[in-house]
């Protein structure tokens, strides 16, 4: 940590700025200037919290110069980090491919839906049941019935379960019926959930894709995943989804952010996975979108997938049909395999 | 709703957006021009699902005419809404001075605080027990002990209190203590947490104030309203604290949204309050960010003050001190006096 | 300038940093941590180009301390500019009103509209000639032939012109007509225009009125000045004109930045004028819009009027008749009082 | 166009709007609702300015139904065009690589960083003699000495030239010696510089790589091609390189808009290339930003590269040295040749 003093601040200000430095058990160095003090602070700083020397009135600019998340940071813990469901491994330069519709809206749905995910070879079914939707009035997801219908469209396929969590009292009935819980970019900043869902999955380690909020900075999604390994969780899968910028609208759905994922492998050795539907918000851009994160360095992708795109209660004009999704996994593929045999990254 | 087919979309397409809309019960006017057929739909628009429209391949676009938020739009009902807390009354030409410090931190610093509150002569008293954080490692409130210090405070000075209930199972115990329920920016979209607020509050209507979202627009605001409204308790007052622009960071802490003020006392007639301490994040700023707000019509501010700024243990830097805090007031009921006296606003 | 060099750098890399500085002529003062280094810059920074210290391999951040503009900053020029145009002062405590069609489309049009212009009581009168459209079929305004017209209404009215430059080869015919020139928000970060217009009215110092560009930060609008500071001219207005962000389209037009007008007034002493007319793309906002601008410390106004609304053949969803002009002169006139009597400011 | 009115809009004006549509020329049909009319108007809507719909009281809001820009729309003109420079060619499938340091800084680095694109195998060599920096205190080009280093380092090398035109009085000097006329970020929306680069061109038609503003809409961009077009030079190239959102900053310059590729080349037939140097700001991002937007279906690179990296006078940090340049080209090609094989795109 970087403290800049306002220029000839108070040697009062200085000498606060350094009693809660020294009161933190921490040491501080100062570089006196001309007209400018510098106070730099060695040790563990994550015992001083920054607001309480941005407060002091001759602080000019407190710098946070290592990370505010720590369990999840490349700096703290450097390896790739490994998630395994029954056979399926994520990360350390496995690639996956998940997908399925974007709402479970009945069974013969869901069962026509994910016989099209098996067959063209993912290795995750997606479905959600709970569904957070912008106005009340929109579907809201067939609750705890399309739980039933993905778990037995699992065991079908014997394809593993991705569903959403949307709230905290729907954890315990989500946990009964899935092998990876799903947090929405809407919930991203709900901490008390984060939170809870951390505390709920300590023991059972089961896996958590967390999506990115629409608009959170690099450094919040990585401490709202900081949430969820402190409470005893490590097992978290990054999703980058797209953002919400300017160019939003007419044209895309969201501003995809498939720039982000060679930064968050670096900051982070947690698995990042791509999600080329609601980047787009459009199927004819998810071949291009899905081949771009791939060449990127992404872990994984989700893609949308509905056995009648037409007819889909939700997100139907962002829906793969079965071709589209075929040549999407084979070319996706291909371009992972340059990938590796030209050693692109340090997977 | 207006339905906008693609140049040369095949008469199967159209017919198929045709059949979707006399199966919601609604009539069409279509509209044909030369390569291009323009559908109106003609009732009540809230029966029909624009995503079941939009997932037609011959679909280009499709405009919502209408509202997608109901209870809460002007357009349903036009007039102003009146909220009562006790003696005092929000809405409808009457302006309302809620302070307090971001975070209950102790039953000293809490009991100060509120006797400033009480001296500038506002009318509600704020403070923060659960705190949600960017963080994990800042500090999270003081859980129930802030809302008994809270309650104490309250009263002494006789000030109604708003606090912030952060996740669904905190509801309960915040609404043991609090007079105006608060949900914070980072839970605008928890649709979860919006439903079962409106669902325990719909017999007691305690008011609920509803801050913005930083990236939300102003359609998903008033539809977050709407989650609420819906469930029972349309007692709402909307609350505006800065967005999150590329401009946020060196100068501001937030691109203030001062401007969308008329824009929501235009669509909606709930009270809108606004908060010059969080659009701003510098103490310096509030009073010109209060007197710009009071200017463009907001009902209210809410404004954070601190016994001591330089201690406090969350957003001290925005606190404002006593002085501070009367110079902001009188100021502002003066330029409230002049908007009273020009008759520049509807109330 | 404070360098940060990236965990455990190369000693190597911290003497290229040191050698570097001392070439520029300045002292440096080093400050090792366990595993971190970092490197204060004393002297005059601006003689150091931070690009230059970025690129050694083992930095890993340069914080620039002081600002990159000087000319224009209070830190270099503490006191409160005045500009001066005939009788008229801006700055310093004096407000201004400046108002008239975005474009001259007739003779008939620009006269009537500056006899409105006059008669509310505005002290300058703007009108463009040409005019920076985004599609090229949209009108381009009248050229000469319009600036013909704004000087006949100026020389009835007796009211200073203010109009825009659109390019470099304009600048001697506008120079011709115009008391104020403005350059548009399109053309804030088009360096050689900016440095053109600084070069031919270093004698002249005839005012400048330059509108932030819609998605410049403060910093680079400060940085445009400089540049025509730089070359002679510190007779510079800077007018916000409103931002492109999430929120614009539906509602707003932009997004309404009033809040930086505070902000612009502690970095520069140069006076702040707003444009309410371009900040929410519709009369039924200016009222508030302008109120709240003044309201939170502008030196000014600027606002499109026309004499027929209905017909203008440019921006007129935004242009008010002559009786919402008059009610907002009013209403700003009183608010302003306010702020003297309060003695909200420093002015 | 559609006219949706007002609800309750006055007869009266909808007469209005009705008689403006004829007086262009135009035909219109009217769909009357309970409440609620629409207007859509059928024929060249090109003849008719919104502008002069928009502004009649009873009209809530204009909505284009057609693009505003023609000449370069695949709308008007479905095929893919073609550009030739020499004996290379761009767009209808052909890659091409633009390399060469940011800015010319000497004889030496020009030569140098020029032999270096040529042994990569590079098609096009660029560098900048004029350049446009934020700060007037920043280094600003070499200027005509400079374009004379890029020639001779173009006639050894035998690579055409790429170099960007700042401002109007450029034109000339510019087109003595480059290949390819750059127009920056900057200057994307400075209109009379597009003008007169259009009209100075129209006999050559030597190809412009236009850059997107980093804030500019699709639409812009597209418009701000079309003013290039009208004025009869096509040979138009488009070039992504990062939009400014809430997310640039710490850890990307910008936000990289690979993901608008694929919109490009459906609305247009030009080429689009994509900078990865400008979108990422960091060496070490080039890589997967240059597969990324290889793989989303770009016709070309434009990358930064640099004999020195560590001296580079501008941009240093994210030039790359050769060897990292030729990792980049070698998986760039693969990537494009999985494309071809896969057909994953038009071409």
Chains 1, 2, 3, 4 share one sequence.
Not at 164 to 185: F, H, N
Not at 219 to 247: D, P, Q, S, V
Not at 285 to 306: F, K, N
Request: charged content about 25%; some cysteine; overall charge neutral.
């Amino acid at each position: 940590m970087i403290i800049k003093m306002k220029k000839n601040a108070a040697q009062e200000d200085i000498q606060k700025v350094l009693n809660r430095i020294s009161e933190a058990g921490l040491s501080a160095n100062v570089s006196t200037g001309e007209s400018l003090t510098i106070i730099g602070v060695i040790g563990d700083v994550t015992l001083l919290r920054p607001d309480l020397i941005e407060e002091i009135s001759g602080v000019d600019a407190v710098m946070r110069v290592s990370r505010p998340y720590k369990l999840v940071s490349r700096e703290f813990n450097p390896v790739d980090r490994q998630i395994k469901i029954g056979s399926i491994t994520i990360g350390t330069g496995n690639f996956v491919m998940i997908s399925g519709p974007c709402a479970v809206e009945s069974r013969e749905q869901m069962l026509s839906s994910a016989r099209i995910v098996k067959r063209v070879g993912a290795d995750l079914l997606r479905g959600g049941a709970f569904k957070p939707r912008t106005s009340p009035y929109d579907f809201q997801g067939l609750g705890e019935e399309g739980l039933k219908y993905l778990k037995e469209a699992s065991e079908e396929t014997g394809l593993p379960i991705v569903t959403e969590v949307t709230g905290e009292d729907k954890i315990d009935i989500v946990l009964k019926y899935a092998d990876v819980l799903q947090i929405g970019t809407r919930n991203m900043r709900s901490y008390d959930l984060l939170k809870k869902i951390g505390e709920r999955t300590k023991d059972s380690k089961i896996p958590v894709l967390l999506k990115r909020g629409d608009n959170a900075t690099i450094t919040e999604f990585l401490n709202a995943a900081e949430y969820i390994a402190k409470e005893g969780n490590e097992n978290i899968m990054l999703c980058l989804r797209g953002i919400r910028t300017f160019e939003c609208g007419k044209f895309v759905r969201n501003t995809a952010d498939m720039g982000i994922i060679p930064v968050l492998k670096r900051e982070t050795g947690l698995p990042v996975i791509f999600d080329p539907s609601h980047s787009s918000g459009d199927r004819d851009l998810v071949l291009s979108y899905s081949a771009a994160a791939v060449a990127a360095g992404a872990d994984g992708l989700i893609i949308e997938t509905h056995c009648d795109p037409e007819t889909a209660s939700c997100d139907g004009k962002q829906s793969l049909a079965e071709n589209q999704l075929v040549q999407t996994f084979k070319l996706c593929r291909r371009i992972r395999e340059c990938l590796v045999q030209e050693k692109a990254y340090s997977w």
